[in-house]
């Protein structure tokens, strides 16, 4: 492999040593001066909170830009140090967007993610942590128009 390619063929291992965080139950709403009429309302909006940031800086110290553009499926498994509630939805989104922004993969839409077997949540307090095993799907569904016009470079031998 070089400059980051990977063969369609390819297993990817990846681990990320620290407990896991969700985007969802991390988010801060700030406010926005619009003109809207010509009057200046506040208009709110939602931002990661810096707990998430910097989880997203810390993890992506663990990850390799690989530039995978296939279909697969992504097998996460969260290690997580307490026994609290957890929604195995909300660390999906963020460590598939955590992905995108590192480029692990070039895109998270379900063309590019086809599933997510195999994924669970697990207790380990002495070792809270992310193991994700990507790997070849077929896919199911199709590249949106918008994505095809991106020309990604084809890895698939």
Do not use: W
Request: a positive charge; hydrophobic letters at 30%.
């Amino acid at each position: 492999m070089k400059n980051g390619t990977h063969k369609y063929n390819d297993r990817v291992e990846i681990c990320i040593p620290m407990q896991p965080i969700t985007k969802k139950n991390s988010q801060e709403i700030r406010y926005r001066t619009i003109v809207k009429n010509g009057k200046y309302k506040k208009a709110p909006y939602i931002v990661p909170s810096q707990q998430f940031t910097q989880y997203q800086k810390d993890a992506s110290f663990f990850l390799k830009s690989l530039h995978i553009d296939y279909p697969m499926n992504i097998e996460a498994h969260y290690y997580m140090k307490t026994q609290g509630v957890v929604d195995l939805s909300n660390l999906h989104e963020a460590i598939h967007d955590i992905m995108v922004k590192t480029g692990v993969i070039v895109d998270d839409e379900a063309y590019f993610i086809v599933s997510t077997d195999g994924s669970r949540v697990h207790y380990d307090k002495d070792n809270p942590r992310t193991e994700l095993i990507i790997t070849p799907a077929e896919p199911t569904f199709p590249m949106r128009k918008g994505l095809k016009e991106k020309n990604f470079k084809k890895t698939i031998v």
